[in-house]
């Protein structure tokens, strides 16, 4: 899963509805998924180190199956949310989170935390989770710094009205 994760999206950017880039790690893979070793979180640099080994042995690291099944949504969320707020959560790093609604794995939201990081100048995927529509309050702010545009139900223009026979 890592060697996925590290081929498809590190060092990759995608670009937000304003303009932003929003670049993957390396280092954010164990958070991400929430990597534990022994029962206990992972440390990301031992852990990445260990996964680019040659055979590494998985079988003592566990994981949150619903963020690793979710983890390739990230990049379509980036560039396509619903809304981009501010983080209300004081103990999830990041001053950003995307939101996008879903209807997936019985929750309504897909939330994306990033932070710029200081040594490369470059925002970066920080964790991702999904949440109950009640509970995205605690994590972001209102209002939005952005939000999708709902979109607005156009009338037929006059000249394709429906055929009718008139006798």
């Not at 304003?18 to 640099?45: E, I």
């Not at 680019?52 to 949504?73: A, G, H, K, M």
Request: aromatic share 12%; net charge positive; proline share 7%.
């Amino acid at each position: 899963m890592f060697r996925r994760y590290e081929k498809e999206l590190v060092g990759k950017y995608v670009q937000n509805p304003l303009g932003t880039r929003v670049w993957f790690m390396d280092y954010n893979f164990p958070k991400l998924v929430q990597l534990n070793f022994r029962g206990n979180k992972a440390r990301a640099n031992r852990a990445i180190a260990h996964l680019r080994t040659e055979n590494p042995d998985e079988s003592e690291y566990t994981i949150d199956n619903s963020r690793f099944s979710t983890l390739f949504w990230i990049p379509d969320i980036i560039v396509d949310p619903d809304s981009i707020n501010d983080n209300a959560h004081g103990m999830i790093e990041g001053d950003i989170v995307y939101v996008k609604r879903y209807a997936k794995a019985g929750s309504d939201f897909k939330l994306v935390f990033t932070t710029v990081d200081e040594a490369l100048n470059q925002r970066v995927v920080t964790t991702s989770f999904l949440t109950q529509e009640d509970r995205l309050g605690q994590f972001v702010k209102t209002p939005a710094r952005w939000a999708r545009k709902p979109k607005r139900e156009q009338p037929p223009p006059e000249g394709n009205l429906p055929f009718t026979d008139k006798k």
